[in-house]
């Protein structure tokens, strides 16, 4: 059964119009699924390393507070130099923005508070590595 040539021109042209529209809407489609797609990865990598964060500010922050109070009873020069540098880690853990993930120098602040927690072990005369759990799994700062 043969197509008259009249009616194949038609549906050709048809075809060729209807071509840039599919392209079109699939790309909108493929656009929207990869967005949505991206949003999901994005919130699980932001929740991740946001806890990872959160646990390693606050085991600086448990720490500094408890040497704070054991150093409180000691009154010489040696430990109120200790108070002082742990007062300033508890303050600038204080300082830090947990609630904005934008802040534009939330690693340069990460990093001072890494620095001064480092500063304060050496003072103590501690090992400055933090560990959670055991083996592969394990966490460290």
Known sequence: SQVPQGRLDRRLTKLCFCTPRFHGEGFQEGLAEGSHAGMAEGRRYGALHGARMGSEIGCYLGFALTWHCLLQKCTDEKNSKKIRALDSLIGMIQKFPYEDPTYDKLQEDLEKIRG??????????????????????????
């Open 116 to 141: 001064k927690y480092k500063q304060v072990c050496s003072m103590l005369n501690i090992q400055s590595d933090f560990r959670i759990g055991n083996g592969s799994s394990s966490l460290t700062f």
